[in-house]
């Protein structure tokens, strides 16, 4: 078993900033490729970022490429999502992932991915 526990999220203004955290417990989550998703009312859950077990392996979506960085501590089992220049279309609710089948590399698939966090909520206003 797997224990992704997120935080961080929040209401924030355009333009804005904030950063999440994803604690990770139980069985091999620093041997793990990880991922951010998010979901949005009304509308599927879609990939964010993802990170290969040592992070020397990152991944983005167009939609948040060159405001976004993931990032992971090893020592403190624990991923991060900064994400800058916040927008309106940012809102969702934001969610961590282990994946169940790659390490070395990351998947932007949510099928790849066998545990899930509760997730956190993110609120961009005008």
């Given at each position: 078993q797997v224990q992704l526990v997120?935080?961080?999220?929040?209401?924030?203004?355009?333009?804005?900033?904030?950063?999440l955290s994803c604690a990770a417990s139980g069985?091999?989550?620093n041997?793990?490729?990880?991922?951010?998703?998010?979901?949005?009312p009304g509308k599927e859950r879609e990939f964010v970022a993802c990170i290969n077990w040592n992070g020397a392996t990152?991944?983005?979506a167009e939609s948040v490429q060159g405001r976004s960085?993931?990032?992971?501590?090893?020592?403190?089992?624990?991923?991060y999502l900064?994400?800058?220049?916040?927008?309106?279309?940012?809102?969702?609710?934001?969610?961590?992932a282990k994946s169940s089948a790659y390490a070395n590399m990351c998947s932007r698939a949510t099928e790849d991915y066998d545990y899930?966090?509760?997730?956190?909520?993110v609120t961009v206003s005008q």
């Open positions: 997120e935080s961080g999220g929040g209401l924030v203004h355009v333009g804005g900033s904030l950063r069985r091999t989550p041997e793990s490729s990880l991922g951010w998703f998010r979901q949005a990152t991944s983005y960085t993931i990032s992971r501590d090893n020592a403190k089992n624990t991923v900064q994400m800058n220049s916040l927008k309106p279309e940012d809102t969702a609710s934001y969610y961590c899930w966090g509760q997730g956190t909520q």
